[in-house]
């Protein structure tokens, strides 16, 4: 069982940074692999980055490549996500996720844990 717990939300305006953490409870964290997602009103959830257990294998979304940027410490149970140059549209609610193996990661319906997610919101 893992529990993830988001924060680092809140409102910056375009071109600012925000550092989202996910804090994940459970020992085996360091097993799994760990997914960001956002879901923008009215809007499906979609994939933003990926990072497999041990950080050597990472996988952004188009839209947040070369601005996000996706880390964990498996010492602190923990994983981040970096996003600087931010943009209007890069406002919604973002989702930290995990999953056992490195296989479609970029499809929501494979992960099995979720946080309650953290508003990010963006001004123009």
């Known amino acids: 069982q893992v529990q993830l717990v988001e924060s680092g939300g809140g409102l910056v305006q375009a071109g600012g940074s925000l550092r989202l953490s996910c804090a994940a409870s459970g020992r085996t964290f360091n097993t799994y692999v760990a997914g960001w997602f956002r879901q923008a009103p009215g809007k499906e959830r979609e994939f933003v980055a990926a990072?497999?257990?041990?950080?050597?294998?990472?996988f952004y979304a188009d839209s947040v490549k070369g601005r996000f940027t996706i880390t964990r410490d498996n010492a602190k149970n923990r994983v981040y996500l970096q996003m600087n140059s931010l943009k209007p549209e890069d406002t919604a609610v973002y989702y930290c996720?995990?999953?056992?193996?490195?296989?479609?990661?970029?499809?929501?319906?494979?992960?099995?844990?979720w946080g309650q997610g953290t508003q990010v919101t963006v001004s123009s």
């Open positions: 996720a995990s999953k056992p193996d490195w296989v479609a990661v970029r499809i929501s319906t494979q992960y099995i844990y």
């Open positions: 990072i497999d257990r041990l950080g050597g294998n990472i």
